[in-house]
């Protein structure tokens, strides 16, 4: 989803095996939310199936779903204009043989906001999507809501590349009509109910960071028609780049309204996920030293229409 000219691996052989393309501004196929959502697409059972996926990046998972998973036609955009036509480059050398079966869809997409995206949504049986769950930090009512909670911003959140700013964040005021966006699903939020009126019939597979706890995001589910099913997940460390001032704030702003135990950010301090801290535990220790690892769990989740 994001922009650079730098390229961390060509597809030169390594040990044996063609490397994917992979641009500073596209995710890391090996990092662990790939594999977790790899690991979840391969349990979805999803051979001989339609399936389209919004925020293509690299095209990884497209030669996943076509050579592990038995996909027979998958689809994918992107809103980096860029990345379909390297995902495509990267398909044609992962899995030649099955090629043909992947359908890009060319141009900057935002989630199926496209007529020959709605009509390649409607043609599936399956969406699949990673998307971010937090709000740009610069955000007006993110930066708002942070200071009235005096959640301040981590020192240089969000000072990096643009480019990259766009893989961890997303415009929060522009889904601010949609309920769970408070907690940080807007985007997702609005890709549901997209899916929802395009192609009703069609199962959902996506990708979260469960920092909200997994209660909420099944919730989120179920108020918008469907029935979810956590079907992987894998305890990851927190990524350096983002910014988790706004959980510190939502956990602050129900400080004393006597809802506080219905709603807890889930971070950890172990990598096996057995010691709790909440966010603003979490933000003191990156506080006092901002290389302390800290741990949250990444789940994919199957949702079928109900």
Same mark, same amino acid.
């Given at each position: 989803?994001?922009?650079s000219?730098?390229?961390?691996s060509?597809?030169?052989?390594?040990?044996?095996?063609?490397?994917p393309?992979?641009?500073?501004?596209?995710?890391?196929?090996?990092?662990?939310?790939?594999?977790? %959502?790899?690991?979840? $697409?391969?349990?979805?059972?999803?051979?001989?199936?339609?399936?389209?996926?919004?925020?293509?990046?690299?095209?990884i998972?497209v030669?996943?779903?076509?050579?592990?998973?038995?996909?027979?036609?998958?689809?994918?955009?992107?809103?980096?204009?860029r #990345?379909?036509?390297l995902?495509?480059?990267?398909?044609?050398?992962?899995?030649?043989?099955?090629?043909?079966?992947?359908?890009?869809?060319?141009?900057?997409?935002?989630?199926?906001?496209?007529d020959?995206a709605?009509?390649?949504v409607?043609?599936?049986?399956?969406?699949?999507?990673?998307?971010p769950?937090?709000?740009?930090?610069?955000?007006?009512?993110?930066?708002?809501?942070?200071?009235?909670q005096?959640?301040?911003?981590?020192?240089?959140?969000g000072?990096?590349?643009?480019?990259d700013?766009?893989?961890?964040?997303?415009?929060w005021?522009?889904?601010?009509?949609?309920p769970?966006?408070?907690?940080?699903?807007?985007?997702?939020?609005?890709? #549901?109910?997209?899916?929802?009126?395009?192609?009703?019939?069609?199962? $959902?597979?996506?990708?979260?960071?469960?920092?909200?706890?997994?209660?909420?995001?099944?919730d989120? %589910?179920?108020?918008?028609?469907?029935e979810?099913?956590?079907?992987?997940?894998?305890?990851?460390?927190?990524?350096?780049?983002?910014d988790?001032? %706004?959980?510190?704030?939502?956990?602050?702003?129900?400080?004393?309204?006597?809802?506080?135990?219905?709603f807890?950010?889930?971070?950890?301090s172990d990598e096996?996920?057995?010691?709790? #801290?909440?966010?603003?535990?979490?933000?003191d220790? $990156?506080?006092?030293?901002?290389?302390?690892?800290?741990?949250?769990?990444?789940c994919?989740?199957?949702?079928?229409?109900?």
């Amino acid at each position: 989803m994001q922009t650079s000219s730098a390229t961390k691996s060509g597809r030169a052989k390594e040990d044996g095996r063609i490397v994917p393309d992979r641009p500073d501004f596209a995710f890391d196929p090996t990092d662990p939310w790939t594999l977790t %959502f790899q690991k979840g $697409l391969e349990a979805a059972k999803l051979e001989g199936k339609t399936v389209y996926e919004v925020g293509v990046g690299t095209g990884i998972n497209v030669a996943f779903l076509l050579r592990m998973c038995g996909a027979k036609t998958v689809y994918g955009s992107d809103l980096d204009a860029r #990345l379909p036509d390297l995902a495509e480059k990267n398909v044609k050398d992962l899995v030649a043989k099955e090629a043909e079966q992947f359908r890009p869809i060319k141009g900057s997409v935002s989630l199926i906001d496209s007529d020959q995206a709605r009509a390649a949504v409607k043609d599936s049986d399956v969406v699949i999507a990673c998307l971010p769950q937090v709000g740009d930090p610069h955000d007006s009512r993110v930066t708002a809501f942070r200071n009235a909670q005096k959640a301040p911003l981590a020192e240089g959140t969000g000072k990096g590349p643009a480019e990259d700013h766009v893989a961890h964040y997303y415009p929060w005021a522009m889904f601010d009509d949609y309920p769970y966006n408070s907690v940080g699903l807007g985007l997702n939020e609005a890709l #549901l109910r997209q899916v929802r009126t395009e192609a009703p019939k069609a199962e $959902l597979i996506m990708n979260f960071g469960a920092r909200i706890g997994t209660d909420i995001l099944f919730d989120f %589910f179920k108020s918008n028609g469907y029935e979810p099913e956590k079907i992987s997940s894998m305890i990851v460390r927190q990524h350096a780049g983002t910014d988790i001032s %706004f959980f510190v704030a939502l956990e602050r702003a129900l400080m004393g309204t006597g809802v506080e135990s219905e709603f807890a950010c889930r971070f950890y301090s172990d990598e096996d996920g057995t010691q709790n #801290l909440s966010a603003c535990e979490a933000q003191d220790l $990156l506080t006092a030293d901002a290389k302390t690892p800290i741990f949250h769990e990444v789940c994919t989740i199957h949702a079928k229409p109900v």
